[in-house]
């Protein structure tokens, strides 16, 4: 019995001592393979993980310039379709915050151009920085009144009707706007016949020029409080009721420019206009710049 116990105890013994030199080998060899193959963790080669990690963000990166092209070409089509200078009836585009007219005169000196109106026509001229174009207005003009008052000083020195001013010289383009002083009027209906008669004058005297007739502009909340007949709602019922009538009777192109003045409220900002009408000089560049973005010169269109 003795002889048998003493024989397993040297198998066990023996089969312990494989083992632990087995192990011995791996872990010696896992050691080497370690540090030559630059394995970590026995997972993943620091170098594949390298590649793994660049390969994501170079994806990543392709992606973004991918969106961004795409955001730019939205931009673009947006752009297109707001300056189309066929367009009669313009509206503001929003894509953009409103500044996408902006600068646009700097490359349009009017010359080939005439302005025909009220007091807030004389604001144009005197601070829309438009030297060569013309202006046929007067503070306190209104569409009948400027059918027959002699209050456009004329080349040779004497006075004439807005009419008789334009009919001096060829126009390309000429920009019309009366309604503020009208708006008050019992009788609307006048001031669409009187306007037509206008236009039609006009037509006789320049008859190849571009008319172009313009929405009443919009007014602070200071406006009201001198009258309470200013108000955007009283404007902006004007415009689409006899403004735009005028446009449609005489075959003129509409210009709608209120929308573009317009705050986040649906008013004049207060900084537009001290007395809530008249714009500021700032507003007179802005102005300036939507018509030359909306209706470029004909040698550009």
């Known amino acids: 019995m003795n002889k048998v116990r003493k024989q397993r105890l040297r198998l066990q013994q023996g089969i312990i001592s494989i083992v632990s030199l087995a192990l011995i080998v791996f872990v010696v060899g896992w050691t080497i393979n370690t540090a030559v193959t630059g394995r970590k963790n026995g997972l993943m080669p620091v170098s594949a993980k390298k590649s793994t990690t660049e390969t994501s963000q170079t994806e990543s990166k392709k992606k973004t310039k991918k969106k961004k092209k795409t955001d730019t070409s939205a931009v673009t089509d947006t752009t297109s379709s707001a300056a189309d200078p066929q367009t009669t009836e ?144 009283n404007i902006d019922a004007f415009n689409e009721q006899y403004v735009k009538q005028v446009a449609a009777q005489t075959g003129t192109n509409y210009l709608e420019i209120n929308s573009f003045f317009k705050d986040e409220t649906g008013m004049l900002p207060e900084d537009a206009a001290a007395d809530g009408i008249h714009f500021t000089k700032d507003y007179c560049l802005k102005w300036i710049d939507l018509l030359a973005y909306l209706v470029p010169m004909a040698n550009n269109a």
Request: net charge negative; aromatic share 10%.
């Open 90 to 233: 313009s509206s503001p585009d929003t894509s953009s915050g409103g500044d996408i007219f902006k600068g646009a005169a700097m490359k349009d000196d009017f010359s080939d151009a005439c302005f025909i109106g009220d007091s807030r026509t004389v604001g144009l001229e005197l601070n829309g920085d438009k030297a060569k174009a013309d202006f046929y207005a007067s503070q306190g003009l209104n569409i009948s009144s400027a059918l027959t008052e002699q209050v456009i000083t004329l080349e040779n020195g004497n006075m004439g009707t807005v009419i008789d001013g334009a009919s001096q010289k060829p126009y390309s383009r000429i920009f019309i706007m009366f309604g503020i002083n009208e708006l008050g009027w019992p009788s609307p209906e006048t001031f669409v016949a009187d306007y037509v008669d206008l236009v039609t004058q006009i037509k006789a005297v320049q008859p190849t020029a571009q008319i172009y007739i313009q929405s009443v502009l919009p007014v602070s909340p200071a406006a009201a409080y001198e009258n309470e007949i200013f108000t955007n709602e």
